[in-house]
């Protein structure tokens, strides 16, 4: 007996008489960034650094800047962010009261820092919250790989008695659409309109 977990809207048993079962997931934020960084003023062994996030993507809440110094620098004192450095590599994480930059926003922070007195170049390459932040959306599963996030329907382990689509070669297809993902796939010829089925992500039950 196939578990049902949904309750089929008009919409969809249109959409199943006609051989095509939908399912509307909840997508994650897709996260996209742009960080300017800048060094305000410097001195003999110090200087002031100032760091902006503007945020091309969903709104967020709380936020996590990762970058590495290439000539030894070290961040001795921040403001409107707490930082941490291990080595070369430097994290920055919101304030509390700056947590939230909505789609569209900003964020800025400032540090001090020392120097070596012979170079003090900018950082290559930023991470906000796992995601390298190049201006598009990309996975904070792999920062690499900028791309929309695609939520994996497939259980990893499946349970007793259920099946599962891509098995039964049903035409998987999903998409954004709005703040989610819309799902469809193929009823089997010997499926009446009523079918229902539990969708995974992960192998976690969301449907």
Same mark, same amino acid.
């Given at each position: 007996?196939?578990?049902?977990?949904?309750?089929?809207?008009?919409?969809?048993?249109?959409?199943?008489?006609?051989?095509?079962?939908?399912?509307?997931?909840?997508?994650?934020? =897709?996260?996209?960034? $742009?960080?300017?960084?800048?060094?305000?003023?410097?001195? &003999? +062994?110090?200087? !002031?650094?100032? *760091? /902006?996030?503007?945020?091309?993507?969903?709104?967020?809440?709380?936020?996590?800047?990762?970058?590495?110094?290439?000539?030894?620098?070290?961040?001795?004192?921040?403001?409107?962010?707490?930082?941490?450095?291990?080595?070369?590599?430097?994290?920055?994480?919101?304030?509390?009261?700056?947590?939230?930059?909505?789609?569209?926003?900003?964020?800025?922070?400032?540090?001090?820092?020392?120097?070596?007195?012979?170079?003090?170049?900018?950082?290559?390459?930023?991470?906000?919250?796992?995601? =390298?932040?190049?201006? $598009?959306?990309?996975?904070?599963?792999?920062?690499?790989? &900028? +791309?929309?996030? !695609?939520?994996? *329907? /497939?259980?990893?382990?499946?349970?007793?008695?259920?099946?599962?689509?891509?098995?039964?070669d049903r035409g998987l297809i999903s998409v954004r659409s709005g703040?989610?993902?819309?799902?469809?796939?193929?009823?089997?010829?010997?499926?009446?309109?009523?079918?229902?089925?539990?969708?995974?992500?992960?192998?976690?039950?969301?449907?």
């Amino acid at each position: 007996m196939k578990r049902s977990n949904f309750a089929a809207t008009a919409a969809a048993l249109a959409l199943a008489t006609a051989g095509v079962i939908t399912a509307q997931l909840p997508a994650r934020a =897709a996260v996209a960034c $742009e960080v300017d960084y800048t060094v305000s003023t410097q001195w &003999p +062994g110090g200087f !002031t650094g100032s *760091v /902006t996030i503007h945020n091309v993507g969903d709104a967020i809440d709380g936020w996590r800047l990762a970058w590495s110094f290439t000539a030894g620098q070290e961040i001795t004192q921040a403001w409107n962010a707490t930082a941490t450095q291990n080595g070369s590599s430097v994290t920055a994480e919101d304030a509390g009261y700056n947590a939230a930059i909505p789609e569209g926003g900003s964020a800025t922070f400032g540090f001090n820092a020392g120097w070596n007195n012979s170079s003090n170049p900018h950082p290559d390459s930023f991470t906000l919250n796992g995601v =390298a932040c190049t201006g $598009e959306p990309g996975d904070p599963d792999d920062p690499g790989d &900028p +791309g929309e996030p !695609t939520p994996t *329907v /497939t259980p990893t382990s499946v349970p007793e008695g259920a099946k599962q689509v891509e098995d039964l070669d049903r035409g998987l297809i999903s998409v954004r659409s709005g703040s989610g993902n819309l799902v469809s796939w193929r009823l089997l010829g010997t499926e009446s309109r009523d079918t229902s089925f539990t969708v995974y992500r992960g192998g976690t039950r969301i449907a």
